[in-house]
């Protein structure tokens, strides 16, 4: 890094010097400007984005160069500089064209992947908003009550639980809940409308100076659509009484401004004895401004909320004894219900054709209660061990950047930055472990306080690209104020702790043709403890650290052709581990992971879309011995691939599997979560406007389970406790059939 110094400040220090540059702006066949489009030279590996109003400036551009204007459901626009067109100015227009992996190009960048990935959402959507996270390569999720909490999520050899060292964003919101009632890092993606979703942006390890807390294994950036291009109306209905409504409708349109509602109900009993009596409703309203010369005002309204019963973990040996079925329940009155209402507002103002703000800000009601029983009647033989984890948060922030493009002057020379700020402050008010009985009777309160977390941050970003290397060092500077007020204390009893992180990151790319590049990243990231065990820990390991380098390469061989490849190497300071007899995550010992990633997309003809990625992942802790470091439910070998058609006569869809090997469960392995291969299958028929879809999870009816711990439990006729997987089954045969109009 001290090597860079003289060279950035060089680099800003230069004013502008003259050079060959080419300008326009990139428009619809409905003469609409289209934002973001990739213009892209081949011949020197140059690019930038059009900005709100379709303008784009490509410096450093000379007689013979190929440019490449493209973007997903376009079709790709070529264009040769002549003598004519230096420093000259033209307007290109985007014809409309079905989905394919041609439609990107490869460019110098660090989350170069997430642009051929979004390939695979479009031929592919989601059924549900968690779903999404299945397409980041390697990323594996399961659910494991009810369908109404938060999913757990695994990642690169981590049991990430429901969000702790993955930070995720819908549209600049955070949705991980730091200090939450049930889990550091709680991410619950529910409040979002799957037909909402327009891409999708990832990275993986802790490269990203704009991505802070939480982005360890890595960071996952949802954005959904700022308008719709008509209205839509879905019915879903199948198996074990499930219901799903949507609708989606645009109430305002005009030449610069738009506003679109989309609702969503689901209501299912589940596969289980038991029902879950599950129910969600979603409504958001969204309206955008653009006068596409340099202003895009987006403003956002969500409201979700979910009420659900569950049956929760049960132990193998309760179902080997006949005591129970493989879908029954030890305690079926756990269960919760969550709310969460959204105010967000983002704003783009294109200060001239190199430089642009980007700002921010946001307001969160959010509620939760959480009824759990993971050991039955090991700690109370009368009553049973239910506990109630239960909050209410108001949470706030803001973020502005600003980012500015330089022309350097020599041929194949480019230079942008980007610098920022922001903070965001959670209100955390009764935040309660209490042990309860059928979810009516406080037995006892075990922990019950106020939390006041406060995040203060900036970064810098620096994108230096010359000839065939591109040069991205980052630094990110973050600032935490943890308070909790401990409500059991007969007196006041108020704690206070605060901590700097100072994160430096570097990228290098080398793109060794038009079609070839390599990479090497390497930072440091970090994910915050919960208030409540950094007070009472006297601030120690408050913001542990995460150590992680990357080296790899993306091809495409031809323009139907992506595949990837990447060696990496993760140190955490710090590790959760998953404690099932408390139901709680707690801090542990230092851990190494590393792996390697492979992925292939192939675009095997216009009608036909094949996507396939494998994950393998060596996951130990430190300062164990061996045979007794492996770390509880981390994967060491994932894998997920599918084969998705369209335009076939009327008929489109696709089948996809997911795979996860056998894993410990425990430090000593002598417990084993089993693995799973489980077949996924959509078909659809379109006529006219209408569209019948037929939906079958799980097509083979493979019997697996979903979620799995190693948990000390004692049943109601058992004298002595017993450790052993404790499980929650996954989803049988489950077909659904849905219609749909758009008009």
Same mark, same amino acid.
């Given at each position: 890094?001290?090597?860079?110094?003289?060279?950035?400040?060089?680099?800003?220090?230069?004013?502008?010097?003259?050079?060959?540059?080419?300008?326009?702006?990139?428009?619809?066949?409905?003469?609409?400007?289209?934002?973001?489009?990739g213009v892209?030279?081949?011949?020197?590996?140059?690019?930038?984005?059009?900005?709100?109003?379709?303008?784009?400036?490509?410096?450093?551009?000379?007689?013979g160069?190929?440019?490449?204007?493209?973007?997903?459901?376009?079709?790709?626009?070529?264009?040769?500089?002549?003598?004519d067109?230096?420093?000259?100015?033209?307007?290109?227009?985007?014809?409309?064209?079905?989905?394919?992996?041609?439609?990107?190009?490869?460019?110098?960048?660090?989350?170069?992947?997430?642009?051929?990935?979004?390939?695979?959402?479009?031929t592919?959507?989601?059924?549900?908003?968690?779903?999404?996270?299945?397409?980041?390569?390697?990323?594996?999720?399961?659910?494991?009550?009810?369908?109404?909490?938060?999913?757990?999520?695994?990642?690169?050899?981590?049991?990430?639980?429901?969000?702790?060292?993955?930070?995720?964003?819908?549209?600049g919101?955070?949705?991980?809940?730091?200090?939450?009632?049930?889990?550091?890092?709680?991410?619950?993606m529910?409040?979002?409308?799957?037909?909402?979703?327009?891409?999708?942006?990832?990275?993986?390890?802790?490269?990203?100076?704009?991505?802070?807390?939480?982005?360890?294994?890595?960071?996952i950036?949802?954005?959904?659509?700022?308008?719709?291009?008509?209205?839509?109306?879905?019915?879903?209905?199948?198996?074990?009484?499930?219901?799903?409504t949507?609708?989606?409708?645009?109430?305002?349109?005009?030449?610069?401004?738009?506003?679109?509602?989309?609702?969503?109900?689901?209501?299912?009993?589940?596969?289980?004895?038991?029902?879950?009596?599950?129910?969600?409703?979603?409504?958001?309203?969204?309206?955008?401004?653009?006068?596409?010369d340099n202003?895009?005002?987006?403003?956002?309204v969500?409201?979700?909320?979910?009420?659900w019963?569950?049956?929760?973990?049960?132990?193998?040996?309760?179902?080997d004894?006949?005591?129970?079925?493989?879908?029954?329940?030890?305690?079926?009155?756990?269960?919760?219900?969550?709310?969460?209402t959204?105010?967000?507002?983002?704003?783009?103002?294109?200060?001239?054709?190199?430089?642009?703000?980007?700002?921010?800000?946001?307001?969160?009601?959010?509620?939760?209660?959480?009824?759990?029983?993971?050991?039955?009647?090991?700690?109370?033989?009368?009553?049973?061990?239910?506990?109630?984890?239960?909050?209410?948060?108001?949470?706030i922030?803001?973020e502005?950047?600003?980012?500015?493009?330089?022309?350097?002057?020599?041929?194949?020379? &480019?230079?942008?930055?980007?610098?920022?700020?922001?903070?965001?402050?959670?209100?955390?008010?009764?935040?309660?472990?209490?042990?309860?009985?059928?979810r009516?009777?406080?037995?006892?309160?075990?922990?019950?306080?106020?939390?006041?977390?406060?995040?203060?941050?900036?970064?810098?970003?620096?994108?230096?690209?010359?000839?065939?290397?591109?040069?991205?060092?980052?630094?990110?500077?973050?600032?935490?104020?943890?308070?909790?007020?401990?409500?059991?204390?007969?007196?006041?009893?108020?704690?206070?702790?605060?901590?700097?992180?100072?994160g430096?990151?570097?990228?290098?790319?080398?793109?060794?043709?038009?079609?070839?590049?390599?990479?090497?990243?390497?930072?440091i990231?970090?994910?915050?403890?919960?208030?409540?065990?950094?007070?009472?820990?006297?601030?120690?390991?408050?913001?542990?650290?995460?150590?992680?380098?990357?080296?790899?390469?993306i091809?495409?061989?031809?323009?139907?052709?992506?595949?990837?490849?990447?060696?990496?190497?993760?140190?955490?300071?710090?590790?959760?581990?998953?404690v099932?007899?408390a139901?709680?995550?707690?801090?542990?010992?230092?851990?190494?992971?590393?792996?390697v990633?492979?992925?292939l997309?192939?675009?095997l003809?216009?009608?036909?879309y094949?996507?396939g990625?494998?994950?393998?992942?060596?996951?130990?802790?430190?300062?164990?011995?061996?045979?007794?470091?492996?770390?509880?439910?981390?994967?060491?070998?994932?894998s997920?691939?599918g084969?998705?058609?369209?335009?076939?006569?009327?008929?489109?869809g696709?089948i996809?599997?997911?795979?996860?090997?056998?894993?410990?469960?425990?430090?000593? &392995?002598?417990?084993?979560?089993?693995?799973?291969?489980?077949?996924?299958?959509n078909?659809?028929?379109?006529?006219?406007?209408?569209?019948?879809?037929?939906?079958?999870?799980?097509l083979?009816d493979?019997?697996?389970?979903?979620?799995?711990?190693?948990?000390?439990?004692?049943?109601?006729?058992?004298?002595q406790?017993?450790?052993?997987?404790?499980?929650t089954?996954?989803?049988?045969?489950?077909?659904?059939?849905?219609?749909?109009?758009?008009?």
């Open positions: 890094m001290k090597k860079l110094y003289p060279l950035i400040l060089l680099i800003l220090s230069c004013a502008p010097l003259q050079a060959h540059y080419l300008s326009g702006t990139v428009q619809s066949e409905k003469t609409a400007a289209l934002e973001g489009v892209y030279n081949k011949t020197t590996g140059g690019y930038t984005y059009t900005n709100v109003s379709g303008y784009f400036e490509l410096d450093d551009v000379s007689v160069d190929l440019i490449y204007f493209y973007s997903i459901g376009y079709k790709n626009h070529q264009l040769t500089i002549t003598e067109l230096l420093n000259g100015t033209v307007n290109i227009t985007m014809e409309e064209a079905v989905v394919s992996l041609d439609q990107v190009v490869l460019v110098s960048k660090a989350n170069a992947l997430s642009n051929f990935v979004n390939v695979d959402i479009k592919s959507p989601v059924k549900s908003s968690q779903e999404i996270l299945r397409k980041v390569p390697g990323l594996i999720i399961g659910q494991h009550a009810g369908g109404g909490k938060a999913e757990q999520i695994f990642l690169r050899g981590f049991d990430v639980d429901h969000g702790t060292d993955v930070a995720i964003n819908v549209d919101l955070p949705v991980n809940m730091v200090s939450h009632a049930h889990g550091q890092g709680y991410a619950d529910h409040f979002i409308i799957p037909e909402t979703i327009d891409n999708l942006d990832f990275g993986k390890g802790p490269y990203y100076a704009n991505h802070g807390n939480f982005n360890t294994a890595g960071y950036d949802l954005k959904t659509k700022k308008k719709i291009d008509g209205n839509t109306i879905s019915l879903e209905a199948g198996q074990f009484n499930t219901l799903r949507l609708g989606m409708f645009k109430v305002a349109e005009g030449d610069f401004s738009n506003a679109y509602i989309a609702s969503e109900l689901v209501l299912t009993d589940g596969p289980f004895d038991s029902s879950q009596n599950f129910n969600r409703i979603n409504l958001m309203g969204r309206y955008n401004y653009s006068d596409y202003q895009d005002l987006t403003l956002t969500s409201h979700f909320q979910s009420k019963d569950a049956s929760g973990q049960i132990p193998q040996r309760a179902v004894q006949g005591l129970i079925g493989r879908f029954g329940a030890i305690d079926d009155t756990e269960g919760g219900n969550t709310s969460r959204n105010l967000l507002v983002n704003h783009t103002n294109q200060i001239d054709e190199h430089s642009s703000v980007r700002s921010k800000a946001y307001i969160t009601k959010y509620d939760f209660e959480l009824f759990s029983n993971f050991t039955f009647f090991l700690e109370d033989p009368v009553n049973g061990d239910q506990i109630r984890q239960k909050e209410d948060r108001t949470l922030g803001a502005t950047s600003y980012a500015r493009s330089f022309h350097i002057g020599d041929h194949d020379s &480019q230079l942008r930055y980007e610098s920022g700020l922001g903070f965001r402050y959670d209100d955390v008010n009764d935040v309660q472990l209490s042990r309860t009985k059928d009516k009777t406080l037995l006892e309160r075990l922990a019950y306080g106020n939390v006041d977390e406060l995040n203060l941050y900036g970064f810098f970003d620096l994108t230096y690209k010359k000839n065939k290397w591109t040069i991205n060092p980052g630094l990110r500077l973050d600032y935490f104020k943890f308070d909790y007020e401990n409500l059991l204390s007969e007196a006041y009893d108020n704690q206070s702790e605060d901590k700097l992180f100072l430096p990151k570097l990228n290098l790319i080398y793109a060794a043709s038009p079609n070839v590049q390599f990479f090497s990243k390497s930072g990231g970090f994910h915050s403890n919960d208030s409540r065990v950094v007070t009472a820990n006297s601030g120690e390991e408050i913001l542990p650290l995460a150590f992680g380098s990357d080296l790899g390469t091809i495409k061989p031809t323009d139907k052709l992506v595949i990837n490849a990447a060696l990496w190497y993760l140190y955490l300071q710090q590790e959760f581990v998953y099932g007899d139901g709680i995550v707690e801090p542990s010992g230092k851990t190494r992971r590393y792996g990633d492979l992925g997309r192939y675009q003809a216009d009608w036909l094949f996507n990625d494998i994950n393998y992942t060596h996951a130990r802790s430190i300062d164990e011995p061996d045979g007794a470091d492996y770390i509880p439910l981390a994967p060491d070998l994932t997920s691939a084969l998705s058609f369209r335009n076939l006569g009327n008929f489109s696709g996809n599997y997911r795979l996860v090997d056998d894993r410990p469960a425990n430090e000593d &392995q002598s417990i084993i979560a089993d693995g799973y291969f489980i077949t996924d299958l078909l659809n028929y379109s006529i006219k406007n209408w569209t019948l879809g037929l939906i079958v999870e799980n083979f493979t019997e697996w389970n979903e979620t799995q711990f190693a948990t000390e439990s004692r049943m109601f006729n058992e004298a406790p017993f450790e052993e997987i404790h499980f089954p996954g989803t049988p045969f489950y077909i659904r059939g849905k219609i749909s109009v758009n008009f």
